[in-house]
């Protein structure tokens, strides 16, 4: 598992680096490498705490008997699945590119994680005929570079991500934001073309019809996708887009009235609703067909201070295009609802982690999404589906959980013990002794083979390195 690799790497490293007798450290317990049957008992406990929402993780181990939860403490102690959750990781830094190489992935510290979900979601599944694209918000306000701010949106502030959902709401494809210098990378017309001509592959010559908002349709994106792809698109379309017609919409329109016009298999229209509706699409009939729709709206009346309330039947007559975009266009919204019903919201600084997280909350819905769809039983929810896989993560919990192996230690020679030589780095750094004494001593002086700074003068060099060496 990569998760698992990545993990004990990662721990390794840190180990290896600051030692344990560094201030990062000094309050946590000694690590031990971790395993398969390990990490599935840890995302059981963060599946299940989606479900049981507390001030606090530490309070999903409290022993008060007001809010004491038992399942926790049974499956993993509270130390070892924060020090797990602290040195969750999913890429090998070994392998990290110079930010300035063309050829360097901003996503590339959960890259390989990303790809085996995306890669695993088209695998299983066949999605339905209707299919819609649109960009949601991984809620996230700690540092990353392609954070975005969108002021309309219900979560302002995170990361983007580019999704194609089918109508039970099952994400079959999906694309972070990187930024615009990620977007130009086959100097195609707009970002918003890439991201969707690219994403379109994998629905390509299927029979697909594809609904997408006013910020990715265009006339030459609806062209290409049917000449080169055989996918059929509609969508809301800003009028100023180029090649699209600009005296579409006659000066004086009524509320009801419809303008449009037909060229190279593709309708252009116009509908007067409360404001001009722009309609782009290359599936529907160049004729003006429309559709009558009721709904129904509850009307009160306060008459000496009684309130009836009264069911109100209103119709409202539509074009056919405008009608089928309404039906077919909220599939994404539909199933970023449905995975952020249970989800495991902690704040932290790390965006691989909320990302990891999120990609969780996907995964398990799109699991429940098919598995749905192979079973006669239509009142099986989504909860009692994750009841039964959590169940089925964390295994018995009244059996002993076994240990996982201790982390190996480092071998100890001569060559490394007199290895440790002080140097001059002419910057100024926290001496490691020192911090451990809450001092807030800095030095020049540094061991090049720890790569931690130490004082000479206080005899920090000797102590740590004693330390060290009885520890290896």
Not at 127 to 132: D, H, K, R
Request: net charge positive; proline share 3%; glycine share 4%.
């Amino acid at each position: 598992m990569v998760l698992v690799e990545e993990t004990n790497r990662y721990a390794l490293d840190i180990l290896n680096i600051h030692g344990e007798t560094s201030d990062k450290r000094k309050h946590a317990p000694a690590w031990k490498l971790t395993d398969n049957n390990e990490i599935l008992k840890f995302l059981g406990l963060v599946l299940l705490m989606g479900h049981i929402e507390k001030d606090s993780l530490q309070d999903y181990w409290t022993v008060n008997d007001l809010i004491e939860t038992p399942v926790f403490r049974k499956v993993m102690p509270r130390d070892r699945f924060l020090i797990i959750l602290k040195f969750l990781h999913f890429s090998d830094n070994s392998l990290k590119e110079c930010r300035d190489s063309p050829t360097y992935d901003r996503l590339w510290k959960i890259r390989k994680i990303f790809e085996c979900f995306n890669r695993a979601f088209k695998e299983v599944y066949d999605p339905t005929e209707n299919l819609s694209l649109d960009e949601v918000i991984i809620k996230f306000k700690g540092r990353v570079l392609f954070k975005q701010y969108i002021p309309k949106k219900r979560k302002q502030w995170g990361i983007k991500m580019y999704k194609i959902a089918d109508a039970t709401g099952y994400t079959y494809d999906m694309r972070v934001y990187l930024g615009k210098e990620k977007l130009k990378e086959n100097l195609s017309p707009s970002a918003s073309y890439n991201v969707v001509s690219t994403m379109a592959e994998c629905v390509k010559e299927k029979g697909h019809k594809l609904f997408m908002d006013n910020f990715f349709s265009s006339p030459k994106l609806f062209h290409d996708l049917l000449t080169e792809k055989k996918i059929n698109s509609c969508g809301t379309i800003r009028c100023n887009r180029k090649y699209f017609p600009k005296d579409l919409a006659p000066k004086k329109m009524k509320q009801g009235d419809v303008a449009a016009k037909f060229c190279n298999g593709m309708t252009a229209l116009c509908w007067k609703d409360k404001r001009h509706v722009y309609m782009l699409t290359n599936m529907h009939s160049p004729k003006n067909e429309f559709v009558v729709e009721e709904r129904k709206r509850c009307k009160r009346k306060f008459e000496d201070e009684v309130a009836e309330c009264g069911i109100k039947k209103l119709t409202t007559t539509k074009p056919k295009i405008v009608a089928d975009y309404n039906k077919h266009m909220g599939y994404v919204d539909l199933g970023d609802r449905m995975a952020s019903t249970y989800t495991f919201t902690r704040r932290t600084r790390k965006w691989t982690k909320k990302l990891f997280f999120s990609l969780i909350g996907i995964a398990v819905l799109n699991a429940f999404l098919m598995f749905k769809s192979n079973q006669t039983k239509s009142n099986f929810s989504l909860k009692e589906f994750r009841m039964n896989l959590i169940t089925s993560l964390i295994g018995n919990i009244n059996s002993k959980v076994a240990e996982p192996s201790v982390t190996p230690k480092l071998k100890s020679n001569d060559d490394t013990k007199f290895s440790h030589w002080p140097i001059d780095e002419k910057k100024r750094r926290r001496c490691a002794c020192c911090a451990r004494k809450d001092k807030q001593k800095r030095t020049t002086i540094i061991c090049k083979a720890c790569n931690v700074a130490l004082c000479i003068d206080q005899k920090c060099f000797e102590e740590y390195h004693t330390i060290y060496l009885k520890m290896i």
